[in-house]
């Protein structure tokens, strides 16, 4: 309990913060747009999308989390929380919870095992274990409808969650860190071969894009692979539309808890 706390007085309350993130996501999320949230944590992410006004599915497979969703955002019907783990199929999983810092829950195992030992997240520990129910990209678009933006956050599950997606989308953010960028690279292949077109990337929790324009997956590719390990960590946003000069001068936020 003490971890979500943490987490929710990290990630509300800071209004410079979310100005910056909204300016951020303006170039990617409009009013009246349908967005996807996945894991969507406690919702700093969600916040964003409904100031921008579009209507959100968040799915998290943490029922601590999903419970605080659920409270914050039970006066607002265009938010619907999904309690399940998002993955490649729709079956129960086993979810592992880091309760100091339930930002990095994962379903993972093969995450937990690169992070050991890994400089910056060697005091991290799973120390409880929990069934959730599961569910696919594919199975929320049946029930919700084609979303226009995507955000996937799961710690090491990326790759999973779009195993589950088999349609192109107009634009979504996936995350990465540099423990596992081999994991990135295959979510680019995945992606490209789903017809995503432009790749840029955003470092920590910074609300910027990194590179001065959208490039080619093999471009980003290689940038990630080149990135130092004290990156840490990022989301890579892919398009298959065209996107707005990307505000790369934009800043704001805090470092990303790893």
Known sequence: MSGLRRSLETYYGDPARDAAMDAFYADLVH???????????????????????????????????????????AEDPE???????????????RLHLNSANPTIATVSPGFIAAA????GWAHERWDAQ????????????AAHGVPDFVKIDVEGFEDAVLAGLSRPLPALSFEFTTIARELALRCLDRLTGLGFTGF????????????????????VAAYLTALPHEANSGDVYCTSRAVRRPAAARRGGAPRAA
Do not use: K
């Open 130 to 141: 929990v069934e959730v129910g599961g569910t696919t990209m594919d199975a929320l678009i």
């Open 79 to 93: 938010v619907t929380v999904v309690e399940a783990a998002c993955g490649h199929r729709a079956d129960p999983v």
């Open 200 to 219: 840029n990337v955003g470092l920590g929790d910074e609300m910027a894009l990194a590179l001065p324009r959208w490039l080619p997956a093999a471009q």
């Open 31 to 73: 009013p009246g747009d349908l967005v996807f949230d996945v894991g969507a944590h406690v919702g700093d992410r969600l916040g964003s999308f409904r100031r921008l006004g579009a209507r959100v599915v968040a799915v998290e497979p943490q029922p601590l989390c999903a419970r605080a969703l659920r409270t914050l955002y």
């Open 116 to 119: 050991a030992g890994a400089a």
